[in-house]
């Protein structure tokens, strides 16, 4: 599976943007999808993650109730639609896949997008 992520940009706190996901290579709706993020200096973290069939999706707390993911299959695209981005939110986020049952440890993802650069200045 090759990913592509995209949608990433410089934002003002309070702000939105919506990253883009896109796969390719093998039927995606068999993979289960994540994002991550790694900010300078730490290590890279869980954002959230969604099944193959989009019926279960998973968040960190941090973006409980901030970010939505979700997948469009018959586009072999995953979004994260993130909202009242905070300064602190500033990383490069990435999207995997797997065919597990959607982890949150990133360890256990076996193809990854290049990642996106993502900056909310405060």
């Known amino acids: 599976v090759q990913l592509q992520a995209s949608g990433g940009g410089l934002v003002q706190a309070g702000g939105s943007l919506r990253l883009s996901c896109a796969a390719s290579?093998?039927?995606?709706?068999?993979?289960?999808m994540g994002w991550f993020r790694q900010a300078p200096g730490k290590e890279r973290e869980f954002v959230a993650s969604?099944?193959?069939?989009?019926?279960?999706?998973y968040y960190a707390d941090f973006v409980k109730g901030r970010f939505a993911i979700s997948r469009d299959n018959a586009k072999n695209t995953v979004y994260l639609q993130m909202n009242s981005l905070k300064p602190e939110d500033t990383a490069v986020y990435y999207c995997?896949?797997?065919?597990?049952?959607?982890?949150?440890?990133?360890?256990?993802?076996?193809?990854w997008g290049q990642g996106t650069l993502v900056t909310v200045s405060s």
């Open positions: 290579g093998r039927t995606v709706s068999t993979y289960s």
């Open positions: 995997a896949a797997d065919r597990g049952p959607a982890y949150s440890d990133p360890r256990l993802y076996d193809y």
């Open positions: 969604i099944t193959g069939t989009g019926a279960n999706t």
